[in-house]
């Protein structure tokens, strides 16, 4: 999945601003392009990496959805940070606040109108971030 981002890593919330391309790779390096998968998938962009300082008070939660729409009577993403939960039925930018320094934990699951997990392929997103207070010395 590529997608469009604004210059401050925000993705740009529109189904055309993104691009799938499905393929495999065998075990002699030949790549077979594969038909577009037509369940709804979620593409991780945001936070990643390690935040120092002030950029720790406003981390930007961003994602990227596919063959679906985001509603409160349908689809929706469950975050789960540090062990906190949320659910987002709005597809827009969002912020992680005032988190605490060290490792944060981010999860971005896709779920129905009822709350259940959608399963398939890349419809739950897992990853880490550092946040610190200030540059380690080295």
Not at 37 to 49: A, C, E, H, L
Not at 65 to 91: E, P, R, S
Not at 92 to 112: R, S, T
């Amino acid at each position: 999945m590529s997608f469009l981002s604004r210059s401050y890593q925000e993705s740009i919330k529109s189904p055309n601003a993104g691009v799938l391309y499905h393929f495999s790779i065998d075990e002699k390096g030949k790549l077979t392009k594969m038909d577009i998968p037509k369940t709804p998938m979620i593409f991780y962009s945001r936070p990643k990496g390690q935040y120092i300082g002030a950029d720790t008070k406003n981390i930007l939660l961003d994602f990227y959805v596919y063959n679906t729409t985001l509603a409160a009577d349908g689809n929706k993403v469950k975050v789960t940070v540090n062990g906190t939960d949320f659910t987002i039925d709005k597809w827009q930018p969002y912020f992680i606040q005032n988190a605490p320094m060290g490792d944060m934990k981010v999860n971005v699951q896709l779920v129905d109108k009822d709350g259940k997990n959608i399963e398939g392929a890349n419809t739950s997103v897992s990853r880490s971030v550092t946040l610190a207070a200030q540059e380690p010395i080295k």
